[in-house]
């Protein structure tokens, strides 16, 4: 089981920075990937941005150029810098945690409880 943590939401101005942080704890061993999704209220969850334990990263159209994840395999903790913010990612965002495959079994995905980000003059 694994459990994670999201902290570093808030209410920031259009074109500033944030930075969220997402904490894993428990059978943390067999991570294959770490990221970031988000959802806005009436709209699905959609990718924001992975990073793999090859340190391989994927981001959302949306958000290249402007986001930048990143990862402390000593801490277990994945983080989210987010520069040049527009009201438009404002949303709830979530922490998430894939699995690598034992044989034919993909184990479930981890999610975090959410985290606010609103966007705003």
């Known amino acids: 089981q694994v459990q994670l943590v999201e902290s570093g939401g808030g209410l920031v101005q259009p074109g500033g920075s944030l930075r969220l942080s997402c904490a894993a704890s428990?059978?943390?061993?067999?991570?294959?990937?770490m990221g970031w999704y988000r959802q806005a209220p009436g709209k699905q969850r959609e990718l924001v941005a992975t990073?793999?334990?090859?340190?391989?990263?994927n981001y959302g159209d949306s958000v290249k150029g402007r986001f930048t994840i990143s990862r402390d395999n000593a801490k277990n903790t994945v983080s989210l810098q987010m520069n040049s913010l527009k009201p438009e990612d404002t949303a709830v965002y979530y922490c998430?945690?894939?699995?690598?495959?034992?044989?034919?079994?993909?184990?479930?995905?981890?999610w975090g409880q959410g985290t606010q980000v609103t966007v705003s003059s």
């Open positions: 998430n945690a894939d699995f690598e495959w034992e044989d034919d079994y993909a184990p479930p995905a981890s």
């Open positions: 990073i793999t334990s090859g340190d391989r990263t």
């Open positions: 428990g059978n943390i061993f067999k991570i294959y990937a």
